[in-house]
């Protein structure tokens, strides 16, 4: 990334693209997954590229979720891997979940890559690779089925950043608590989700790690309330509110960049 001016207005989504660039070229990243981040890059401004009030409210609903959690687990795709490895291992450890690969371009090849991204930064284990991935979720037909017997398939809170619909629907109806990590609140995966969080993962996570810092000795009864008193839906309506203020005191204030010459 040695391009990337360090003076450039936009220095940090271009380290950002360079970091699933890298990871594409190291082969865990999918190339659907590039296409996915222009997405999400694309919804980002819309929220104004910060951790929207909504979104924290609902990171720390989704940290409580984790806490209280029996078997709670967070999936790791191409995506997550490149962008923020070292801090899904952190939450891991911060909320004893834990770490499954799961694809859903599926190959044996991504999923070892990916396995090795993370035990490099630092992960003890990690679930869902080769032969651990023997249990499958029931209705879902994309090779996101297959899952850990020991992870997903018996956990109760699942953390899905980047998901598709499909199966956050699945896991659903499986009767799992679904946090789901997604810029757009108007994906299936957000609108299935439990808990949706509309934050940038690379934002989201450290918010978490935070959240779980300050939350870990809290006494158990408070974060059942915490999380009983969470409304997804509203929060998603909260969210799109946000979204359609912030547009209307753009156009008010007005939208074009000043020069001045010098
Ligand atoms: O690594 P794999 O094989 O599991 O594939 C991963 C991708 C992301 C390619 C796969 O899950 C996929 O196709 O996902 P979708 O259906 O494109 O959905 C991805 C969602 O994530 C979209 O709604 C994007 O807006 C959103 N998104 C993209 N980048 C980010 C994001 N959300 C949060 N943070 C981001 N950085």
Same mark, same amino acid.
């Given at each position: 990334?040695?391009?990337?001016?360090?003076?450039?207005?936009r220095?940090?989504s271009?380290?950002?693209?360079? @970091?699933?660039v890298?990871?594409f070229k /190291?082969g865990y990243?999918?190339t659907q997954?590039?296409?996915?981040?222009?997405?999400?890059?694309? *919804?980002d401004?819309?929220?104004g &590229?910060?951790?929207?009030?909504?979104?924290l409210?609902a990171?720390r609903?989704?940290?409580?979720?984790l806490?209280i959690a029996k078997?709670?687990?967070? %999936?790791?795709?191409?995506n997550?891997?490149?962008?923020?490895?070292?801090?899904v !291992?952190e939450?891991? +450890?911060l909320?004893?979940? +834990?770490?499954e690969?799961?694809l859903f371009y @599926?190959?044996?090849?991504?999923?070892?890559?990916i396995?090795?991204?993370?035990?490099?930064n630092?992960?003890? /284990?990690? #679930?869902?690779v080769?032969?651990?991935?023997?249990?499958?979720i029931? &209705?879902? *037909?994309? =090779?996101?089925r297959?899952v850990s017997?020991?992870?997903?398939?018996?956990?109760?809170?699942? #953390?899905?950043?980047? =998901?598709d619909?499909?199966?956050? &629907?699945a896991l659903r109806? $499986?009767g +799992?608590?679904?946090?789901?990590?997604d810029?757009?609140?108007?994906?299936?995966?957000?609108?299935?989700?439990?808990?949706?969080?509309v934050?940038?993962?690379?934002?989201?996570?450290?918010? $978490?790690?935070? *959240?779980?810092?300050? $939350?870990?000795?809290?006494?158990?009864? /408070? #974060? !059942?309330? !915490?999380?009983?008193?969470f409304?997804?839906?509203?929060?998603l309506?909260?969210?799109?509110m946000?979204i359609?203020?912030?547009? %209307?005191e753009?156009?008010?204030?007005?939208?074009t960049l000043? *020069?001045?010459k010098?």
């Amino acid at each position: 990334a040695s391009w990337v001016p360090p003076n450039h207005p936009r220095r940090e989504s271009l380290l950002i693209r360079e @970091r699933l660039v890298d990871g594409f070229k /190291e082969g865990y990243v999918a190339t659907q997954g590039l296409i996915a981040h222009g997405r999400g890059e694309c *919804f980002d401004y819309l929220i104004g &590229e910060s951790s929207i009030p909504p979104a924290l409210t609902a990171e720390r609903v989704a940290v409580a979720a984790l806490l209280i959690a029996k078997h709670p687990v967070i %999936s790791v795709n191409g995506n997550t891997a490149a962008l923020v490895p070292r801090q899904v !291992i952190e939450l891991a +450890k911060l909320v004893n979940a +834990k770490l499954e690969v799961n694809l859903f371009y @599926r190959t044996r090849e991504r999923e070892e890559l990916i396995a090795r991204v993370l035990r490099e930064n630092g992960a003890e /284990e990690v #679930l869902g690779v080769g032969d651990d991935a023997s249990c499958t979720i029931p &209705e879902l *037909f994309s =090779e996101r089925r297959r899952v850990s017997c020991r992870g997903i398939y018996i956990a109760d809170v699942v #953390l899905v950043p980047l =998901e598709d619909g499909d199966r956050t &629907e699945a896991l659903r109806r $499986m009767g +799992k608590i679904v946090i789901a990590i997604d810029l757009n609140p108007l994906s299936r995966t957000s609108r299935a989700a439990s808990i949706t969080i509309v934050d940038n993962v690379v934002r989201a996570i450290p918010n $978490m790690i935070k *959240f779980a810092e300050e $939350m870990r000795g809290m006494p158990r009864d /408070e #974060l !059942i309330r !915490i999380v009983r008193n969470f409304n997804n839906e509203e929060n998603l309506r909260s969210v799109i509110m946000f979204i359609r203020d912030r547009l %209307s005191e753009l156009v008010s204030k007005g939208i074009t960049l000043e *020069f001045s010459k010098s």
